[in-house]
């Protein structure tokens, strides 16, 4: 398989008794993204620097574009990898202006890369004289000035605010794109995630817990740990007897696909519920607690009468603010997942 770029097999890494990273199998395509995106903790740093060197694995084999950088008895030096690193601060040299810090290792193609990362006309600022944006290009181009195969970028954007943060993504991902670069790019942010990468894996205690393109984790996820983290799904209680699914929310008659019975925690995005306020509080089965506002939306936060949080999305000409009593309902949609004693369920509903 030539367009193959990077293969981890069965990778590990202990420090002490942490499993930083457990038994991780990964291929990526020639040319495309991976966002890896977990909590804190969950080992996705430790990864990228498997990958670049600064750390040798327990175990495993890594190979890129088909050669092997790391097994049992080989570890490509760190310099010979030709794999690029961005880090959250840039690390730019501060002693340096940007033309001389593009050009550092790599003095050709210095204007064509001040272009692309739109910072004509900044040669000659310093480092501390550039917003947190432009010093993240900066480091970029370096990078890209080293005609890496691969680059790994490391929560680049997380000192950036999050208006700077939308834009500098957006333009990010055209420009590897247009380098043809293969790149892991790392965030505990499922939204910059799903922005930036082809394919998205979700990590969890040092091991991937699903692996697909945004849309296929956002709506099939396949444990309740990527329903919740990934989707911002809600996870609610629910009941399917003799083809009546009863949630504290609502209970509906439904015609499924299955011969499906019992409990269950189903999936439900925040935007598959519907809330209105009501005077009449025996109409309520349910306070909001919270609002946010997300452009073109409100993100509440409802505190259900059986005390459950669930999170809804939709949009409002002015917010219903907080301790206001609503209505909340729920309209299952052609496919439902959930998860019974753990394990991932669908059913079909016919409409
Ligand atoms: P964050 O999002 O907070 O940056 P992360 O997902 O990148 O976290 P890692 O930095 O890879 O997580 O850390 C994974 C685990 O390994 C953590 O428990 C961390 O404390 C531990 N760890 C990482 N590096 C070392 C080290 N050099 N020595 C000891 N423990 C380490």
């Not at 601060?89 to 550092?104: R, Y």
């Not at 790994?152 to 939308?166: A, T």
Request: aromatic letters at 6%.
């Amino acid at each position: 398989m030539d367009t193959l770029q990077i293969e981890l097999k069965g990778i590990s890494k202990h420090f002490g008794n942490i499993h930083a990273v457990d038994d991780i199998t990964l291929k990526i395509e020639k040319g495309s993204i991976l966002s890896i995106v977990g909590p804190s903790g969950c080992g996705k740093t430790t990864l990228l620097r498997l990958i670049a060197g600064f750390e040798s694995p327990d175990r495993g084999e890594l190979q890129i574009g088909g050669s092997p950088i790391w097994s049992k008895d080989y570890s490509m030096p760190v310099q010979e990898r030709n794999i690029g690193m961005i880090f959250q601060d840039g690390a730019l040299f501060p002693h340096l202006n940007v033309k001389q810090n593009i050009g550092f290792a790599v003095s050709e193609n210095v204007d064509s890369l001040l272009n692309l990362v739109g910072l004509v006309g900044k040669e000659t600022s310093m480092p501390h004289e550039l917003s947190g944006g432009e010093q993240q290009r900066v480091a970029l181009a370096r990078s890209l000035a080293a005609n890496p195969s691969t680059l790994l970028l490391d929560e680049p954007f997380s000192n950036l605010d999050i208006q700077i943060r939308r834009e500098i993504r957006t333009e990010v991902r055209s420009i590897l794109k247009s380098y043809n670069v293969t790149a892991i790019f790392v965030t505990h942010d499922q939204q910059e995630a799903s922005e930036m990468g082809d394919q998205i894996a979700i990590m969890k205690d040092g091991a991937i817990e699903q692996i697909g393109n945004p849309e296929e984790v956002y709506v099939n996820p396949q444990t309740e740990f990527t329903a919740k983290f990934f989707s911002q799904a809600n996870l609610v209680d629910g009941t399917l007897q003799k083809k009546t699914l009863k949630t504290f929310i609502s209970e509906t008659d439904l015609s499924i696909d299955k011969n499906m019975n019992g409990n269950m925690k189903l999936v439900i995005h925040p935007n598959q519920l519907i809330i209105e306020s009501v005077s009449d509080s025996k109409k309520m089965n349910g306070t909001v607690r919270n609002q946010i506002f997300q452009g073109n939306e409100y993100f509440y936060t409802i505190e259900l009468e059986n005390k459950e949080i669930v999170n809804v999305l939709q949009s409002n000409k002015q917010p219903i603010e907080p301790n206001t009593p609503v209505k909340i309902t729920y309209t299952p949609g052609k496919s439902v997942i959930c998860f019974q004693e753990g394990a991932q369920k669908q059913f079909k509903v016919n409409q």
